[in-house]
């Protein structure tokens, strides 16, 4: 069964957009994966939670939509991320729903995302 697909655009903090397409179910690390959309040494940990490069910044209409709230590890891990908003979530965290086809997402300036690039050689 084909899940359905579902089109985000992120924007990125010098306000470049790029548009991706995910299937219901993936969370925002995996679009931006399986895009290779380039995000400096975003998603670092891989979605184990231990890192917050991962931050993304919802506009608050999206972000009240969204099925669950930042609690337990993510928001202890969301305090370590650079200029957290009250509508953060790390996007590992989040699982794409058919309801959010045409959602915007920001992905802020992240010093820690460079330190972490710059530690793995890019690699990420
Ligand atoms: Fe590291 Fe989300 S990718 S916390």
Do not use: W
């Not at 370590?80 to 009250?86: E, K, Q």
Request: aromatic residues 8%.
């Amino acid at each position: 069964l084909n899940k359905k697909e579902v089109e985000i655009t992120f924007i990125r903090h010098d306000g470049s957009r790029v548009k991706a397409k995910g299937k219901v179910g993936e969370s925002f690390l995996d679009v931006v994966v399986n895009n290779s959309i380039s995000l400096e040494g975003y998603g670092a940990c891989e979605g184990t939670l231990t890192c917050s490069t991962c931050h993304l910044i919802f506009a608050q209409a999206d972000f009240d939509q969204l099925p669950d709230k930042p609690e337990g590890e993510e928001g202890d891990m969301l305090e370590l991320a650079r200029g957290v908003t009250d509508t953060s979530r790390l996007g590992c965290q989040v699982f794409l729903t058919e309801s959010m086809d045409g959602i915007e997402v920001n992905v802020p300036e992240n010093v820690f995302r460079r330190y972490c690039q710059k530690a793995t050689k890019g690699k990420f």
